[in-house]
């Protein structure tokens, strides 16, 4: 036993006599409800929003710098896609986009806000997608067009990546202040 738990078992009497007003108790769970929320969940969501954003442009801007290098190095004499090399990077992407998904799937159901802006994000990619798919049947040996469609897979890659590494340091955050609760 420690000095502490030695001193409140000798004075136990001592310090049952005399208990707090109900207006201690009110004022600590209005400091403790303060400190809880002291991080606007609006702010959360606009700094998702700028992060992603920022990773986006980022991530296109060295896609059309790596497009114009490819482009130059197919001009060249470089190998062009094949239609079979294609549908295996599709495959690729296609299914490590679905496990960051399901591995998100937890931390988004406890957030439906930020679930229905990656849905629509996500959504919106795939109609970028289904455009360069177009593009694609009609032009199969275009390594911009090809270049274009892994892009657009990264992006998403990138966009639940990010997303999935916000919620989970939100959800340890959240973890730490619920220990520190009474």
Known sequence: MDKLEEFILKNKEDLDRYTPS??????????????????PKWLFIAAMFVVILGTSVVIIRQGYN???SDNE??????????KSHLKETEIYYN??????????????????????????DISQLDSICFEIKKDLKDNV??????????????IKIRLLEDMLTILKENENHQEKNRSHEL
Not at 22 to 39: D, H, I, N, P
């Open 66 to 68: 790596r497009s114009e």
């Open 22 to 39: 109900s207006g201690v108790w009110k004022k600590t769970k209005k400091r403790l409800a303060k400190e809880k929320y002291a991080f």
């Open 95 to 120: 299914n490590l986009v679905n496990s960051l998904y399901r591995e998100a799937t937890p931390f988004l159901t406890s957030n439906p806000e930020i679930k229905k802006e990656l849905n629509t």
């Open 73 to 82: 190095s197919v001009a060249g004499g470089g190998m062009r896609p094949s």
């Open 141 to 154: 040996a275009n390594q911009e067009v090809v270049e274009a469609l892994i892009q657009n897979y990264r």
